[in-house]
């Protein structure tokens, strides 16, 4: 009796050490590690040492993920990301994750940049590349393609909300816009480019027109396209304030804010004037979206000339083909921006 005591006090101490010891062995490779929730990010020329760095303000217990990564050779086979640290989970699954490179993407809004530059610049900054290297790429991409440089892609970008991984890199950038470009331009939206008797280069410049004159809001867009067609079209010039802005700001890098367009801004010399030239400028003002080239390829049939911001109703616009009318709708509009003291 008392030999089988000792024998089950062996076996009962055994049970406890090897239930400690599994209970440490699955704390420090299973359970939960992280003390707070956030985003790591990784470069391709990160080491252990950096790594176990951008990690470890997150962690519990930075010390059994060491040894958690170094058991696993994560400094020799990891991979570059973003990636989200999530409670609940442990020093297995953050090595394994980095491993297989499952990266969170990042949220990009492209908006209604006055060019492909100006995108850049922000997207980079949700990038690993910098905006040079970025910028040098899709330049190429560009010449690849019969273009000058970058800004000559334009056309292939709309404005929305995209989803990229931090690593990506530019031609895995311009390729979902390209791709996204080709699904656009169905064979019914192609019959009517044609119908248009429009270029697409025209057609996109136009939408960039259409775009900014109405504030990117579709209300008025069809409207706004039926006029300035019928302006191309009778060889009158646009007179589209937006396109004088543009042309102040491209030749200053976008760094002249201009609220208020007057005549001593109406003379100033760019193809892209549309007081200075006659026809549709050589390219779009800005990146445009798909509803502003949807607007101008099923254009509103009217016979408007004119159009001025109407001060009664922010964002919209009168519409006449008196010149009269017209210039009583002006004078009101200028009115309103003397009331304002916007200059």
């Not at 024998?7 to 704390?27: A, D, E, K, N």
Request: hydrophobic share 35%; proline share 3%; net charge positive.
């Amino acid at each position: 009796m008392k030999k089988e005591n000792i024998i089950f006090g062996i076996i009962g101490v055994l049970i406890i050490v090897g239930g400690f010891l599994g209970f440490r062995y699955y704390s420090k490779y299973y359970g939960n590690n992280v003390a707070k929730e956030g985003y790591i990010l990784i470069p391709h020329s990160a080491n252990i040492n950096s790594i176990l760095d951008s990690i470890s303000p997150y962690l519990k217990n930075a010390e059994s993920f060491t040894d958690v990564a170094e058991d696993k050779n994560l400094g020799q086979y990891f991979n570059a990301g973003r990636y989200r640290i999530k409670s609940g989970t442990g020093n297995t699954d953050l090595v394994n994750m980095i491993k297989a490179g499952n990266q969170t993407e990042n949220t990009f809004r492209i908006g209604d940049f006055g060019d492909v530059y100006q995108m850049i610049g922000k997207v980079t900054k949700k990038t690993e590349l910098d905006s040079l290297r970025f910028a040098t790429d899709l330049n190429q991409i560009a010449v690849q393609k019969g273009y000058k440089n970058a800004e000559d892609l334009k056309k292939y970008f709309f404005i929305d909300t995209y989803n990229f991984f931090w690593t990506v890199t530019p031609k895995e950038f311009f390729k979902k816009f390209e791709d996204s470009y080709t699904a656009f331009w169905t064979a019914e939206r192609k019959a009517q480019e044609k119908q248009s008797g429009l270029s697409r280069d025209q057609i996109y410049a136009l939408a960039s027109i259409v775009y900014k004159e109405s504030g990117g809001k579709p209300d008025e867009q069809k409207t706004i396209a039926g006029l300035y067609l019928n302006r191309y079209r009778k060889g009158m010039k646009l007179q589209s304030d937006p396109t004088v802005i543009y042309a102040i700001n491209k030749e200053t890098n976008f760094t002249t804010p201009i609220k208020r367009v007057f005549y001593k801004h109406l003379t100033h010399p760019s193809p892209y004037n549309t007081y200075a030239n006659v026809g549709i400028p050589p390219g779009p003002i800005c990146i445009t979206d798909k509803n502003s080239v949807d607007a101008v390829l099923n254009a509103e049939k009217n016979n408007y000339i004119f159009m001025a911001a109407d001060p009664g109703k922010f964002g919209f616009h009168r519409f006449t083909a008196s010149d009269t009318e017209h210039a009583k709708n002006a004078r009101d509009y200028q009115d309103w921006l003397n009331s304002k003291n916007i200059k």
